[in-house]
């Protein structure tokens, strides 16, 4: 298999030269950006309880969304590859579904609560059945979140990981969610309405326009 060209793109460097950034930038693909997951990586991912990631269909339309689950819900199957398991949700499928146009995937892994340090990996996606994975990963955790189970899992060959510095990470306390607010707001399907639309017309009404529907 043909290792994929990772090398910086060239709005990358054109930005680094027009920025005077080229010498840092040189530093930091050197030392900080990996083919493969470090033992630290390793160790850091399987802590972790979220993770934001990022898709794109064949037309190059971004999708951006999160995944939480118990730490390391997201699995590391060797120093190159990783899955997470997709659950019954709303249906859309927008994530798995760009992935069937367009592998390319990237993960933003945040520690907010102790190390205040964030980890990106970069790579190519596949979808595949919860057998399929077993078949091929034999160690795959069987229950990675209690009482659910996959309708299929996304495994990441990796291309690159690097760190996210730390600088301006906020710093977040876990709690339970406040009983009380979960009764008080609107339904997630009603949290954000499209507001009623008013009549443009200018004549009459003779029946009840859009904003009384």
């Known amino acids: 298999m043909t290792r994929p060209d990772m090398t910086p793109s060239r709005g990358e460097r054109l930005l680094q030269s027009h920025l005077g950034t080229g010498e840092r930038a040189d530093a930091f693909y050197?030392?900080?950006?990996?083919?493969?997951?470090?033992?630290?990586?390793?160790?850091?991912?399987?802590?972790?309880?979220?993770?934001?990631?990022?898709?794109?269909?064949?037309?190059?339309?971004?999708?951006?969304?999160?995944?939480?689950?118990?730490?390391?819900?997201?699995?590391?199957?060797?120093?190159?590859?990783?899955?997470?398991?997709?659950?019954?949700?709303?249906?859309?499928?927008?994530?798995?579904?760009?992935?069937?146009?367009?592998?390319?995937?990237?993960?933003?892994?945040?520690?907010?609560?102790?190390?205040?340090?964030?980890?990106?990996?970069?790579?190519?996606?596949?979808?595949?059945?919860?057998?399929?994975?077993?078949?091929?990963?034999?160690?795959?955790?069987?229950?990675?979140?209690?009482?659910r189970h996959p309708v299929l899992w996304t495994r990441i060959g990796l291309h690159e990981a690097y760190v996210h510095c730390s600088k301006h990470i906020p710093h977040l306390e876990p709690a339970p969610r406040p009983l009380g607010l979960a009764r008080t707001r609107p339904r997630d399907a009603d949290y954000f309405p499209e507001p009623a639309q008013a009549s443009v017309s200018s004549g009459p009404m003779t029946g009840p326009g859009p904003a009384s529907r």
């Open 30 to 147: 050197d030392r900080q950006v990996h083919p493969h997951l470090t033992t630290a990586m390793r160790e850091f991912i399987q802590r972790q309880s979220m993770v934001f990631l990022s898709t794109a269909d064949s037309r190059g339309h971004c999708d951006a969304t999160f995944r939480a689950g118990p730490p390391g819900f997201v699995t590391v199957l060797d120093d190159r590859t990783l899955a997470y398991p997709e659950y019954r949700g709303n249906g859309v499928l927008a994530s798995a579904g760009n992935i069937t146009e367009n592998p390319h995937i990237g993960l933003l892994f945040m520690d907010f609560t102790r190390d205040h340090i964030g980890l990106h990996v970069n790579g190519s996606a596949q979808l595949l059945t919860d057998q399929e994975l077993r078949a091929a990963h034999p160690w795959t955790p069987v229950d990675p979140a209690p009482g």
